[in-house]
């Protein structure tokens, strides 16, 4: 432990603070209280040993101005020569926690100083428990808030998706039948582009819900860390940003689409700390953790690819740290993005989903740095694959309850040339089954409150062994999605559905290969 001594006597100093050095301690001496007071604002000291009498300050005002510490400060040990009745009750008002009489009896001394280690090392041990409980207990806040904002964003973003579905998908079949270089075409393009910025923030809505369903595959972070450097805003091009990647990165497994999402949300955040004059370091390396990390968050014991993301700009005030990730949380006033406040929220449930962490290291004046931790995956890392799928003449069934979904997909699926027929619900389907055989079935995830999306595929696949099926929808349960694809569907898609994407799709599921989108 690191101990404190305070004797003006430099024969006793140095008595003292060699028995103390051969006990394997790390000694710091002074011979005032002034020193002594001075060394503890800047060093944390397990243990102080000081005289009564000081030339100065005594050795009792600075036992009382040690309280003032808080949990920093130190067991006291007075040493006094001072036999006076009150003298012992006299130390002890004023916080010390035991006394060395003077001369002193070194056997007696080094059974003191037994006791003093034990006490110190069980006050340690406490405060560690305390610090720890009190970590936890802010983590399960911090939990709480992002799982009751979460829980609203996901109803939100259900909802917000069917009412997208016609803007997403009629400025295209527009567009489609206008003559070439209509002035309406430019109009339909500004809808898709507002279209698409909407998309965006609806994604962050689910990804925060952490209810939608995610592909995963083992991806390169490198990679992703190209894409999104390249995909940052061109006002943040004059920050400068430097890039130390290892260059034998291993994939982690997780969704491309969601981990770009992450470090596009921490670069950017990055860069508009540092400000004009500052940069923007990112480093990623392989790293194995065989002990918990306990700090702002607590990361398990495993292998993970580490990517930090380090700012040079003023830190973060540690009166708002806990609360960064909060949904909606934000310290801009002006120039606000469209949806600012939601970028680190997503950030932490977009990384829990992938099973990774997100750990902080900031202190004002000297940037921030975001951890990420994301499990290595030992699965190859798979290619992109290119190419778009042709269009067909077969017949398709959709099976949606939102009326608004039924006609913006049997808009899009006839505009590829297939026969489409369409019901509002799991139970009509299966009715309709017993009557006709389509093609595919493109069924909608959630239709309460009948049979859903899975449910509905079970019972046509006991019908009709043979039945090829595609799962839509923006908010989906992926348990649910999961028991789907173990039966036998043919491939995921979310809403809003775009045209170039449903093609793909149905193509690849009417073909006899499974995908998703």
């Known amino acids: 432990m690191r101990v404190l001594l305070v004797e003006d006597d430099f024969v006793i100093r140095e008595l003292v603070a060699d028995i103390f050095s051969h006990r394997g301690h790390e000694v710091s001496a002074c011979s005032s209280a002034e020193s002594a ?9 397990s243990l102080c040993v000081t005289d009564w009498v000081l030339p100065g300050m005594d050795g009792l005002e600075l036992t009382r101005r040690l309280q003032q510490l808080g949990n920093r400060r130190p067991m006291v ?27 002193m009896d070194l056997e007696l001394l080094e059974t003191r100083l037994t006791v003093a280690e034990r006490r110190v090392c069980e006050m340690e041990a406490r405060l560690e428990a305390e610090a720890a409980a009190a970590a936890s207990e802010r983590q399960l806040l911090r939990a709480q808030r992002l799982d009751a904002a979460g829980r609203l964003a996901g109803q939100v973003a259900h909802d917000f998706n069917n009412l997208l579905a016609p803007l997403a998908g009629y400025p295209e079949l527009i567009k489609a039948s206008l003559p070439e270089d209509h002035v309406a075409a430019e109009y ?22 952490r209810r939608g369903h995610t592909e995963y595959q083992p991806v390169h972070l490198d990679r992703l860390v190209s894409a999104a450097v390249a995909a940052l805003p061109p006002t943040l091009d004059a ?20 981990l770009q999402r992450v470090l596009v949300s921490l670069l950017t955040n990055a860069a508009e700390a540092a400000g004009p004059g500052g940069e923007v370091t990112v480093t990623a390396s392989n790293v194995y953790l065989d002990e918990p990390l306990h700090r702002y968050s607590q990361v398990a014991v495993g292998e993970y690819v580490r990517l ?3 700012d040079s700009g003023p830190g973060i005030d540690p009166e708002i740290q806990d609360h960064i990730f909060d949904p909606f949380f934000t310290t801009k006033t002006t120039g606000r993005r469209r949806g600012a406040g939601l970028g680190l929220s997503v950030v932490q449930a977009v990384l829990e989903e992938h099973r990774g962490y997100v750990d902080l290291d900031c202190s004002l004046d000297r940037g921030t740095t975001f951890h990420v931790y994301l499990p290595i995956s030992r699965s190859p890392a798979s290619s992109p694959t290119t190419g778009t799928a042709p269009q067909g003449t077969e017949s398709v069934l959709v099976v949606d309850d939102d009326p608004w979904q039924r006609q913006v997909l049997t808009r899009l ?17 299966l009715s309709y089954l017993e009557a006709g055989a389509p093609d595919l079935l493109i069924l909608d995830m959630v239709m309460p409150p009948g049979l859903d999306g899975t449910e509905t595929f079970r019972r046509a696949r006991a019908h009709r062994p ?21 039966l036998g569907i043919s491939g995921f898609l979310r809403k809003p559905v775009t045209r170039p994407q449903l093609a793909r799709a149905v193509r690849v599921a009417l073909d006899g290969t499974r995908s998703s989108t």
Not at 477 to 485: D, I, Q, S
């Open 188 to 209: 339909c393009d500004a809808m898709l582009a507002a279209v698409e910025q909407i998309v965006q923030i609806n994604d962050e809505l689910i990804a925060l819900s």
């Open 239 to 258: 920050v400068p940003l430097h890039l130390k990647l290892a260059p034998d990165l291993l994939p982690v497994q997780g969704s491309p689409t969601q």
């Open 466 to 486: 043979e039945q090829r099926a595609l799962l839509v929808s923006g908010y989906a349960e992926a348990e649910r999605v999961e028991e789907a694809r173990a």
């Open 308 to 310: 930090d993301v380090h």
């Open 37 to 45: 007071w001075q060394l503890c604002q800047e060093h944390r000291f």
């Open 413 to 429: 699926l006839e505009d590829l040339g297939y026969a489409v027929d369409t019901v509002s619900s799991g139970e009509a389907a």
């Open 77 to 103: 040990l007075v040493m006094t020569a001072r036999q006076e009745p009150g003298d012992l009750a006299a130390v002890l008002d004023a916080g010390a926690d035991d006394y060395l009489a003077k001369p």
